[in-house]
Antibody, heavy 122, light 107 residues
Framework: EVQLLESGGGLVQPGGSLRLSCVASGFALSTYAVSWVRQAPGRGLEWVSALSAGTSYYADSVKGRFTISRDNSKNTLYLQMNSLRVDDTAVYYC?????????????????WGQGTLVTVSS | SSELTQDPAVSVALGQTVRITCQGDSLRNYYASWYQQKPGQAPVVVIYGKNNRPSGIPDRFSGSHSGRTASLTITGAQAEDEADYYCNSRDNTHVILFGGGTKLTVL
């Protein structure tokens, strides 16, 4: 059974940093494209970043501030978030795509974690 | 345009058919997929690609595409279908896009 378990969320001040983790089980993280998607309170889904076939992709809103990476030995995906802003407040979901290359055809997410809440506030 | 546009809210009578739409220029080139999200839960894919249902998704859910519009149709809506629905696709610049979401109310 595929499972994704996020952790690392919490309260951080504007300008601060946080690192989110997503432990995968039931599949090898290195084999598939994976992504972070966030949802601000009461708002819709927003794609944040993806890691696919060795290439990282970012939404314009986080480019230069967030870094996606993975540790294949730990089967874990990370999101390093720097220079956090109030509008980064959201539940952050880790999500898996059913293929390795995000640029092949249409990207969709077949498995999601339960999310971790990041609150940026002074 | 690199956006996907959805109606914010749609309602349907119990047992009737409802169509939820998603519009965007990128849909001329790429299929949309659809997610159902209930309060406090993670999204779940209900339709992906041209019109594919993951295992466990009832066959009352179906998808279609025409030009710059993708549609999710629920034929015979049930009370448990009340949820938020999101479309997603991609374009060449922003990689992955989500629509703003549609809140479905089953009356």
């Amino acid at each position: 059974e595929v499972q994704l378990l996020e952790s690392g969320g919490g309260l951080v001040q504007p300008g601060g940093s946080l690192r989110l983790s997503c432990v995968a089980s039931g599949f090898a993280l290195s084999t598939y494209a994976v992504s972070w998607v966030r949802q601000a309170p009461g708002r819709g889904l927003e794609w944040v970043s993806a890691l696919s076939a060795g290439t990282s992709y970012y939404a314009d809103s986080v480019k230069g501030r967030f870094t996606i990476s993975r540790d294949n030995s730990k089967n874990t995906l990370y999101l390093q978030m720097n220079s956090l802003r109030v509008d980064d407040t959201a539940v952050y979901y880790c999500a898996k795509l059913p293929f390795s290359d995000i640029l092949t055809g249409y990207p969709y997410f077949d498995n999601w974690g339960q999310g971790t809440l990041v609150t940026v506030s002074s | 345009s690199s956006e996907l546009t959805q109606d914010p809210a749609v309602s349907v009578a119990l047992g009737q058919t409802v169509r939820i739409t998603c519009q965007g220029d990128s849909l001329r080139n790429y299929y949309a997929s659809w997610y159902q999200q209930k309060p406090g839960q993670a999204p779940v894919v209900v339709i992906y690609g041209k019109n594919n249902r993951p295992s466990g998704i009832p066959d009352r859910f179906s998808g279609s595409h025409s030009g710059r519009t993708a549609s999710l149709t629920i034929t015979g809506a049930q009370a448990e279908d009340e949820a938020d629905y999101y479309c997603n696709s991609r374009d060449n610049t922003h990689v992955i896009l989500f629509g703003g979401g549609t809140k479905l109310t089953v009356l």
